[in-house]
Each structure stands twice: as C-alpha cells, then as structure tokens.
C-alpha cells in the first residue's frame, strides 16, 4: 500500500519560513518523480514544484526564487523549502509521486492528505 504523508505546515507571518516534508512508502521511490501542489479555497489544484527521479527540479514561475524542492532517496522524502512566504502562499501543500513528467495534477499517481499552509500578513 502506497503512502505519502506530509508535514511541516502551520500558521506563519509574511517574509517567514517553512520547510514541508513529505515521506514515501510502498512504493520505490527513487523511480518516481515527486512533486507539490498547492490548493487554496474555492481555487484548483495548483503546480509549485517538481523534482524528477534522476533529480532535475522545475519550479512554477510564482515561487521561483522563494521555494526548492529537493529530494532524499535514502529517506523516501521529499521537501519543500519555502523562503519568504507570502499570504498568496496560503493553502494546502500536496506531494503526489507520478511516472510521467507533467504539470497536470491528473498524471499523478498517488497523493498525500496535505498541510495547510497559512501564511498572515
């Protein structure tokens, strides 16, 4: 059985950081891409950031400069590193581990539940 189970969310002020940690099981994680969405309210799923299996990383243009994913193979984790956050910031951070290289939250195999991320100003 696959699981993802992130952390690290909470409530924080503008300009502060958080790191997101997202833990794999069942799965072998250093074949899959992972990466994170972000879903705020009355909003779609949005793309942040992937990082592919041989380790390339993509960030979406709106966190660029302020967020890296990275990823441990030998922890089966993925992370999100935010830097200077922002009330826009504020949703639910996803991970999802995929086999093919998209943007699209509907090529994603598997998903977590997700930590909020609010972010006041």
């Known amino acids: 059985q696959v699981q993802l189970v992130e952390s690290g969310g909470g409530l924080v002020q503008a300009g502060d950081s958080l790191r997101l940690s997202c833990v794999s099981s069942?799965?072998?994680?250093?074949?899959?891409?992972m990466a994170w969405f972000r879903q705020a309210p009355g909003k779609d799923r949005e793309f942040v950031a992937r990082?592919?299996?041989?380790?390339?990383?993509f960030h979406a243009t709106s966190v660029r400069d302020r967020f890296t994913i990275s990823r441990d193979n030998t922890r089966n984790t993925v992370y999100l590193q935010m830097n200077s956050l922002k009330p826009e910031d504020t949703a639910i951070y996803y991970c999802?581990?995929?086999?093919?290289?998209?943007?699209?939250?509907?090529?994603?195999?598997?998903w977590g539940q997700g930590t909020q991320v609010t972010v006041s100003s």
């Open positions: 999802a581990a995929g086999t093919v290289l998209a943007f699209s939250p509907q090529t994603y195999q598997y």
């Open positions: 990082v592919m299996a041989y380790g390339d990383t």
């Open positions: 069942g799965l072998t994680f250093r074949s899959y891409h």
